[in-house]
């Protein structure tokens, strides 16, 4: 099982800041790799797949990076509604793993 | 618009069976690969199990293989998630989501359907 480790654990920011987060996986996933915004009571968001790509309708301040075993979430300026919990999760085996989360808050 | 609304949750005593069904609307449902995904209150995502968009292929996390069984009912636009033998860890919302044609990542989930594990 491919396991993902995500840092820091919880990240303080104040609006308008820069986010950098990171997702490193314990074996190659080459490009196939998947980012998520979760809200509290709310369920998952993709934002971010295949490492660089990003979904439908996300804005332009989501960014993803990297190949291999390591992996970046940039958000370049912060809005209020981005502060919430980030989860990185990769598509190379079976089974389907998550990292375990990185909680973005207000500073 | 494509929506996907799980049912069939609630409070269930350990070793009791419990079924969980997800059903689509607003996209065509016999072409796309769907998931389980469960999360532990207060806790990270995890990834349950997988069925192929024709029921071909299934695959499951190691915590629930052999107890839970994932199956798709194309003609009704569902997903269902059997689980048997349940246990106090597999307390949860469970969500369903649907696997992109494209890219293969979770575009679409369900608001989610909470399991609880009691005696």
């Known amino acids: 099982e491919i396991v993902l480790t995500q840092s820091p654990a919880t990240l303080s920011l104040s609006p308008g800041e820069r986010a950098t987060l990171s997702c490193r996986a314990s074996q190659s996933v080459s490009t196939y790799l998947a980012w998520y915004q979760q809200k509290p009571g709310q369920a998952p968001r993709l934002l971010i797949y295949d490492a660089s790509n990003r979904a439908t309708g996300i804005p332009a301040r989501f960014s993803g990076s990297g190949s291999g075993t390591d992996f970046t979430l940039t958000i370049s300026s912060l809005e209020p509604e981005d502060f919430a919990v980030y989860y990185c999760?990769?598509?190379?085996?079976?089974?389907?793993?998550f990292g375990q989360g990185t909680k973005l808050e207000i500073k | 618009q494509v929506q996907l609304v799980e049912s069939g949750g609630g409070v269930v005593q350990p070793g009791r069976s419990l079924r969980l069904s997800c059903a689509a609307s607003g996209f065509t449902f016999s072409s796309n690969g769907m998931h389980w995904v469960r999360q532990a209150p207060g806790k990270g995502l995890e990834w349950v199990a997988v069925?192929?968009?024709?029921?071909?292929?299934?695959y499951y996390a190691d915590p629930v293989k052999g107890r839970f069984t994932i199956s798709r009912d194309n003609s009704k636009n569902t997903l269902y998630l059997q689980m048997n033998s349940l246990r106090a860890e597999d307390t949860a919302v469970y969500y369903c989501?649907?696997?992109?044609?494209?890219?293969?990542?979770?575009?679409?989930w369900g608001q989610g359907t909470m399991v609880s594990v009691s005696s």
């Open positions: 069925i192929w968009y024709d029921g071909t292929n299934k």
């Open positions: 999760q990769q598509r190379s085996n079976w089974p389907r793993t």
């Open positions: 989501a649907r696997s992109s044609n494209v890219h293969d990542a979770l575009d679409i």
